[in-house]
């Protein structure tokens, strides 16, 4: 008892282990890394304009002009992850759409938020493009469960 990680209180684990094994079944359903990655993108995208850093005493600022398009885009991209979340539908658009604000963020917004908005923008919009609602097990289920189809003018059944 004294080793139990959840302490005494009952029942608190079977709540926590449904609220995971929820959560897994959410995110299975749907491009959950490819909007993660996308979500991740924006924030350096938009954070790095508007702070000074200073690296061993020495001031770098990276606020330019490219603020107003540093916003924009990193808003955008944000926007597209969180769609993807949630809309399944739109994953090429969303991808096709986060590749290209990730591309265009290179010489707008501070080389992609320093390469770490570029980065983990490309990864983003390509698991969005790659991404497929059926996993090949059911597809092969499907695929075993149709009938054989009869060509007129040959010998019989042929395999699908």
């Known amino acids: 008892m004294i080793n139990e990680p959840f302490g005494t209180l009952p029942g608190l684990r079977d ?32 954070y790095f304009p ?6 061993k005493g020495v001031a770098v600022a990276l606020s330019t002009t490219a603020g107003a398009a540093s916003l924009i885009i990193g ?16 994953r090429v658009f969303a991808g096709i759409a986060g590749l290209l604000l990730t591309l265009v ?9 320093l390469l770490f908005g570029l980065f983990f923008g490309l990864v983003g919009g390509s698991l969005a493009c790659a991404w497929d609602p059926c996993p090949p097990e059911a597809e092969a289920q499907q695929t075993a469960a149709l009938p054989p189809v009869t060509v007129p003018g040959s010998d019989g059944p042929q395999g699908n």
């Open 105 to 113: 963020s290179f010489p707008l917004a501070n080389f992609g938020g």
């Open 75 to 90: 808003i955008l991209l944000m926007t597209l992850g969180i769609t993807l979340w949630f809309h399944q539908q739109v």
């Open 15 to 46: 709540r926590i282990d449904g609220t995971r094994r929820r959560f897994r079944i959410w995110r299975g359903g749907r491009p959950f890394w490819a909007g993660l990655f996308l979500l991740l993108a924006g924030a350096p995208i938009i």
């Open 50 to 55: 508007y702070v000074h850093i200073t690296l």
